[in-house]
């Protein structure tokens, strides 16, 4: 079974700065696609950031400039560099990831969120 587990929330005065951190852990083959995406009371899931197995990237515009994703493939995990937030960042973050599995399908996954707030 795979499994998806975040860290790195909290609480941040704005201007700060946090790293997101999610290891995926279980049996599988590989990881393909992996993303942040963030839900903040009263509104819709939004993508935040996504990263190809081979590091292509893509941000929601309202983050370029400020996030940064990466990934770690020998370590099955993914970051979220979050620089400069704001009380608009805040919200509950959750880390997604396509996993190839021993059967060769692949599915996608969900952690189980980790929450920010931008506050001062």
């Known amino acids: 079974q795979v499994q998806l587990v975040e860290s790195g929330g909290g609480l941040v005065q704005p201007g700060g700065s946090l790293r997101l951190s999610c290891a995926v852990s279980g049996s599988f083959r590989s990881i393909l696609a992996m993303g942040w995406y963030r839900q903040a009371p009263g509104k819709q899931r939004e993508l935040v950031a996504a990263?190809?197995?081979?590091?292509?990237?893509d941000y929601a515009d309202s983050v370029k400039g400020r996030f940064t994703i990466t990934r770690d493939n020998p370590k099955n995990t993914v970051y979220l560099q979050m620089n400069s937030l704001k009380p608009e960042d805040t919200a509950g973050y959750y880390c997604?990831?396509?996993?190839?599995?021993?059967?060769?399908?692949?599915?996608?996954?969900w952690g189980q969120g980790t929450q920010v707030t931008v506050s001062s």
């Open positions: 997604n990831a396509d996993v190839r599995g021993t059967n060769w399908a692949t599915n996608n996954y």
């Open positions: 990263i190809t197995r081979g590091s292509g990237t």
